[in-house]
């Protein structure tokens, strides 16, 4: 198996979920969480940055701006739920103060969707694939990961699910394939002409 360069991968997403405060069983306060991940041909997706921490609303938006710039995602998202739109609304006119480009695009989680139920199906068919990989310093997304749903904390592998939602679906060769094939043989039924 070669061995894959981050450099080389640049079809980008991030991902920021600001915290929205204490949950209501637990009672352990939330964090905000910045996921940055890359996609390759073979739809592999690496994880190329895991970051969450109790902060204030500047240093969240300086960790956004700065990983913006040094990741230059195609596409980053910001949970906007409720009045989450306005922190997104804030991350755009600090860019623009700024003189940044930031693709940034607010996501509205559903809210009549279970939290654990929406992670676990964004997540699930990658890992059952053997697509998501994590780098070996991640450790507390690995924690996440390996613990969920039991872990109170869920910051980091809510934000990597909705990464993984941004990143676009891609059809395999099997099923560009095969396609192909369904149309030759639906033209050949057809009476067309093989030329």
Request: aromatic letters at 6%; proline letters at 6%.
């Amino acid at each position: 198996m070669r061995e894959v360069q981050f450099a080389d991968l640049t079809e980008r997403y991030g991902f920021s979920d600001p915290a929205s405060g204490k949950t209501a069983l637990r009672r352990v306060k939330a964090r905000s969480a910045i996921i940055i991940l890359a996609v390759d041909d073979l739809s592999r997706l690496f994880v190329l940055h895991a970051w969450a921490a109790r902060c204030s609303t500047d240093r969240l938006i300086d960790e956004i701006l700065r990983l913006a710039e040094q990741y230059r995602p195609r596409l980053f998202g910001i949970e906007a739920n409720a009045m989450q739109v306005l922190f997104a609304d804030a991350v755009m006119r600090e860019a623009r103060f700024r003189g940044k480009t930031l693709p940034l695009t607010p996501v509205v989680q559903p809210t009549k969707t279970d939290k654990d139920w929406r992670i676990r199906t964004a997540l699930q068919p990658v890992i059952a694939d053997g697509r998501l990989f994590i780098q070996p310093t991640q450790h507390e997304l690995k924690h996440e990961l390996t613990t969920f749903p039991m872990s109170p904390l869920k910051d980091l592998v809510d934000a990597l699910a909705s990464a993984v939602a941004l990143v676009p679906p891609r059809t395999t060769r099997v099923q560009h394939d095969d396609e192909r094939e369904a149309l030759a043989d639906y033209l050949r039924r057809a009476g067309v002409s093989p030329a």
